[in-house]
């Protein structure tokens, strides 16, 4: 579980952030980059952000947290572009379409992410599989902080929905191949359509019936 006060803050995106927790994950983000998980100890994040050991470990307790409070802000850095990537777009279907082909191959892309997956595989899967829930949870809350339309069109089912289509996304990216594998941005929309739209428009007419 990640440290409650630092997930706090990067989820409510805080001014009052601490400034010492802010630079420690730029830190961490930085030399895990660098060195990968495994090689990067918390004295090397320490030493990167310019604290104590000391500091860091009020902060996040365990190196474990530390990698899933690091992890969980570069995922806000991520939604932070595919946010401003379909701002244009007004109809939530077609933004929640587009922001998940988007954020699907954007993962696969990602340096940070295909540097660990290369180095650190044995590391990382278990944060994005048995113990991803933590990270799920917080990337859900992420995606609905960012986009108050889809929050409206979901109501009450908004957190269960989101978080589905987060693990069908992050399944997509850890696991490519298969039957589902999408090969190309073009097709990742295609399948996006196939599995979103019905469960939107079900919420909708289930919406519409109760009034």
Do not use: C
Request: glycine share 6%; aromatic share 6%; net charge negative.
């Amino acid at each position: 579980m990640v440290g409650t006060a630092p997930i706090a803050a990067l989820l409510d995106e805080d001014p009052d952030l601490d400034p010492y927790a802010d630079r420690i994950l730029d830190a961490a983000i930085e030399q895990f980059a660098m060195h990968g998980i495994r090689r990067t100890s918390v004295d090397d994040v320490a030493g990167a952000a310019k604290v104590g050991r000391v500091t860091v470990y009020r902060r996040f307790a365990t190196k474990d947290q530390l990698v899933r409070a690091a992890w969980i802000r570069h995922l806000r850095r991520i939604h932070a572009s595919l946010s401003a990537a379909t701002e244009g777009l007004v109809d939530p279907m077609e933004r929640v379409i587009e922001w998940f082909a988007l954020g699907v191959h954007a993962l696969r892309d990602d340096p940070l992410f295909r540097r660990l997956l290369m180095s650190d595989r044995d590391t990382v899967l278990p944060y994005l599989s048995v113990g991803a829930a933590p990270i799920h949870a917080a990337t859900t809350m992420i995606v609905l902080d960012g986009q108050p339309r889809l929050r409206a069109v979901l109501g009450d089912h908004a957190e269960r929905v989101t978080e589905l289509f987060v693990r069908i996304g992050a399944s997509l990216v850890v696991s490519p191949g298969g039957f589902t594998d999408a090969g190309d941005i073009n097709q990742t929309r295609s399948l996006a359509r196939q599995l979103i739209e019905p469960v939107l428009h079900a919420i909708e007419q289930q919406g519409e019936s109760h009034v």
